[in-house]
């Protein structure tokens, strides 16, 4: 039996030794960091006196020459002891399994993880040599359940939060795969009353061999959204668009996708950065840099998968790694400023990297930033050789809108 130690209780917990380290970052959001005997995690809440909370967590296994079976089973005790203890109440909303050799791992999380929530298993290696990482998004106070469409429903007053994960098929080559997901997302989308260009809020694309069949991903996705009338002088979907592998090789394309019903047009807002980024339309590829909806309680960030570009889409400083990273940094940093945020109300970040060997350099630049922040650096090429590393995140702030609906 061991104790719970946070700078303002005590609690027993058992089995594991766990070291909480509270760090506040505003009045709504709180960093906590823990330990236990093969992992640690990084915890993300926020907290704005309603009955909804949200969480992200980060669990990293800490004993990498631990077998497979090992790790998976380590970040699931991790995962167990979260809900009976910093986390309690609260339900999974979205996860995310981070795989080093998904044709050899991705049946034993899919069996060990019976949660009932949406779940994205992909293989991007993470880097600090261990073969598993799990992201989880967690909230409290809603309801949720697996609609007749098949994606997982997260529901609280007016809103119905849409989320999918892991979804693909075996059509011949990336962009008939990418087509026919856009296809089926889209009449999942219609039977819960929505549509992809009035409700879908992000996606993420995972395309295994991206330097070759990225081409594939672009072209289904630029010819399925002019038929749902997204344009540029519309808007688009933020998204990731990033080098990932299934279990079966023969899967070039996955997406997992979230999307919100009872949305109205004034709650969403697009987020440019002018001063840094250009539209990505001018470079023939359709995803919106971030989007913010705001409730009347609380501002949700989700920003695309971003890199080391200027406003006239050029890739700033090629092959130099520490000045991509920090570049990489002003763009997000402009375009969370568009949304009255700062890298203060992130929730989350996955870093992906396209060499391995720039792991250490790239850590380090992030553990002296954003210690404590919740983040994954993973395997995963970006959408163009140039680029050596991408960044997405999630942010949250507390707001007060009273015209507008309650999250």
Not at 54 to 64: G, K, L, T
Not at 314 to 334: C, G, L, S
Request: hydrophobic share 40%.
């Amino acid at each position: 039996m061991h104790k719970l130690k946070s700078t303002n209780k005590i609690c027993i917990f058992p089995l594991f030794l766990l070291i909480l380290h509270p760090k506040d970052k505003t009045m709504n959001q709180n960093l906590t960091h823990i330990t236990d005997k093969h992992t640690t995690t990084d915890i993300f809440c926020f907290d704005n006196g309603t009955e909804v909370k949200e969480y992200h967590a980060m669990i990293h296994v800490s004993s990498p020459c631990l077998p497979f079976s090992e790790q998976l089973e380590a970040i699931f005790n991790a995962y167990s002891q979260l809900l009976d203890g910093p986390m309690k109440g609260a339900q999974a909303v979205f996860k995310r399994y981070f795989l080093s050799d998904a044709a050899n791992q991705a049946d034993a999380v899919i069996i060990g993880d019976v949660t009932d929530c949406a779940k994205s298993i992909i293989e991007q290696a993470p880097l600090d040599g261990t073969k598993i990482a799990l992201w989880v998004y967690l909230m409290t106070g809603v309801q949720t359940c697996i609609g007749e469409s098949g994606l997982y429903e997260v529901k609280h007053g007016d809103f119905r939060h849409l989320w999918n994960g892991s979804a693909h098929n075996m059509a011949a080559n990336s962009e008939y795969q990418t087509r026919l997901l856009f296809n089926e997302y889209n009449m999942q989308l219609l039977q819960e009353g929505c549509t992809l260009k009035d409700n879908c809020i992000r996606t993420w694309f995972f395309v295994n061999d991206i330097d070759l069949n990225y081409g594939g991903v672009v072209r289904a996705r630029n010819q399925f959204f002019f038929t749902q009338g997204l344009t540029v002088n519309t808007h688009f979907i933020s998204s990731t668009g990033i080098g990932g592998r299934q279990q079966d090789p023969n899967v070039l394309s996955q997406m997992d996708n979230y999307a919100i019903a009872g949305l109205q047009p004034e709650q969403r807002h697009f987020l440019y950065a002018s001063t840094h980024l250009n539209r990505t339309s001018d470079y023939g590829v359709s995803f919106e840099r971030g989007t913010y909806i705001d409730y009347a309680d609380r501002r949700q960030v989700f920003i695309s998968g971003t890199a080391s570009i200027n406003n006239k889409g050029e890739i700033m400083y090629p092959k130099d790694i520490v000045k991509q990273t920090r570049r990489m940094w002003e763009n997000v940093e402009a375009l969370l400023a568009e949304a009255d945020c700062t890298f203060e109300e992130v929730s989350e970040m996955v870093v992906y990297l396209r060499d391995t060997a720039d792991y250490q350099v790239v850590k380090a630049l992030f553990e002296e930033r954003f210690h404590g922040t919740p983040y994954v650096i993973v395997h995963a090429p970006v959408c163009r050789p140039g680029w050596l590393i991408e960044m997405e995140c999630m942010a949250v702030k507390a707001v007060d809108i009273p015209t507008l609906p309650k999250f």
